[in-house]
């Protein structure tokens, strides 16, 4: 019984202690991967109390949610808002593209001002990458404001193809940026606990994408898969930026030659799908088009032969 309670207090400590382990493993790390102590004797404690102190926040969420998980999708429920973006795809959908086409413009104005004020050409093309997601992202927000999803199956056929046409355009923007990585050595450095927290959100953004793809493809809207589609590509296109990071943090160990090789590899990957998904998407909705002008104009040759 005593070492049933001594792993009890061992992964329930009280909330206190909790708060104060959190604080010091956040700020030793960041102070050691600041100092370059990666390899210290002080560094492989501090890693065992951040270990131990993450393990105990994921045991506690993973006991905690639960219980409150019911209770918690019961008020986004009762909330007329919540209950709307919880049961209507289309609404939700609105919400999404919104709010990432005021991410995008949001990244575009950050490298503007990081060009104005580093005059470096590789912020430049990183705002038009942003800018070309945004205006893409714009024209289907533009569609959904005047045509509900589904009422317009020609109209959002036609602006999948336009889309999907404009994403095609992203490959040169990309491949502008492998060559300033490999060439020039730029790309992205994130300093200390940073690079883990921008690793975890763009494996986040990039799961989450593939799912939406795969989700959404089901309600047969080509508007929303087509939100989807940008949404991946934009994904995959972050994979790219957070190698060139790693490499920057971790990289000291691989020669040159092979980081250029792996950046090669990772941008002609992501480069050939977003450029597959592209293809399909206009090849698609073109015959589709073509079906359903031919479908209305043997309707038509029928309705003057009555």
Sequence with gaps: MQWKKL???TLFPPVWLMLILTVISAVALIFIFVKGLEESPLAYAVYVIAFYTLSVICVFFSMVLPKHYKVIK???YDN???????????FRTHISLYTSLIVNLLYAAINIVSFLLYRSVWFIVLSFYYVILAVMRFLL?????????????????????LCSSILLSLNFVLTGAVLMILYQNKGYNYHGMLIYIIAGYTFYITTHAIIDLVKYRKHGSPVMTTAKVIALSAALVSILNLETAMFSQFGADMSPEDQRLMITLTGAGVSIIVVTMSIYMIIKSAKEIKTLENNEYGKQRAERHL
Excluded: F, S, W
């Design 80 to 90: 007329p808002i919540g209950h709307r973006y919880m049961t209507d795809v289309a």
């Design 74 to 76: 019961q008020k986004i």
């Design 141 to 161: 927000v533009r569609y959904v404001r005047r045509v509900n999803i589904g009422e317009n199956r020609l109209g959002e056929l036609k602006r999948a193809i």
């Design 7 to 9: 792993c009890k207090k």
